[in-house]
Every structure is written in C-alpha cells, then in structure tokens.
C-alpha cells in the first residue's frame, strides 16, 4: 500500500477532490509485506472507487472512471507517458490526445526546496492521501489470521 497503492488513492483524491466518508480494504500480508491491496473508497453523493494494487499480479496501469452517461479510460495512468485518454458516450467514442507528463513527485519537490514555491502536490492533498492510506490500513485491523 505504501508503495504502488498510494497511486491509485492519490488518483482517486484527484477526481474526486475530497476525502471518502468511509474505507473497506482487504489485503494479503506474506511476511510482514502487504503483495496485493484492494479497497473501496466511498465518498459523498454516492461516489464509489475501487482501487487495486499488487506485486504478484501481472503488470496492469490503468484507471477507469464510470458514470451515468459514459466512461473515461485512462491506460497507463501513472507512467507519465504520451499517449490518448478515450472517453465513451452513447454517441460514440473520443480519443484525447494526452502529452507526456512532467509531474516527477521527487524533482518537482527539490524544484520547490531549491527554487522556491510550492510543490505542485499540496500539503493538503499530501495529507487526505495519508489519512486515506491510514483509515485503509485501519479498516484490517482485526482481518488478519493470528
């Protein structure tokens, strides 16, 4: 969860732009390392995400946003890559053009330290991801085998 499980929470923060009213996760601890990570995230107005991650799954970058008139997919959501973002109605389908992403968390960070400025992720966001991840990691608690 800390590691490629904070994306999809941070993904979910973006689109929505709050915090969830209330978590559920399940995960599957081997050793002390959480390999695989599901949770559903429930937010206000009836807005559900489900969000996945894991190491021992095949490879799978990608989001989906689902509403009453239509879907956005979006592949590769976190590489940063060029490419497009389709966007499918029950007119039909539209591809967006997409350009490459500078958003580098760790060379944004030390252009805000060394430049001045604020980093392009806020504190404020910085912090709902956290407490987000925090309630997941709450929300095991007492799912775990002895």
């Known amino acids: ?15 929505t732009g709050m915090a969830p009213v209330s978590v559920a996760a399940e995960d599957g601890f081997e050793n002390g390392v959480d390999h695989i ?4 995230l ?4 009836g807005i559900i ?38 966007v499918i109605t029950v007119t039909g389908t539209e ?9 580098l968390e760790i060379a944004d960070f030390t252009r805000a330290v060394v430049e001045g400025g ?3 992720i806020s504190l ?7 407490r987000v991840i925090g309630s997941l990691f709450q929300s095991l608690q007492g799912k775990k085998p002895a």
């Open 49 to 86: 995400a489900s969000i996945n991650s894991g190491f021992n799954a095949f490879p799978r970058n990608y989001s989906e946003i689902t509403g009453t008139k239509g879907r956005i997919e979006v592949p590769d959501t976190f590489l940063g890559n060029a490419g497009t973002i389709r």
């Open 37 to 40: 990570f599901s949770g559903v």
């Open 124 to 130: 404020t966001e910085s912090l709902r991801n956290l």
């Open 118 to 120: 604020q980093p392009r």
């Open 1 to 15: 969860m800390y590691d490629v499980g904070c994306y999809p929470v941070d993904f979910a923060g973006l689109v």
């Open 42 to 45: 429930r937010y206000p107005g």
């Open 95 to 103: 591809e967006l053009a997409v350009a490459e992403s500078d958003r």
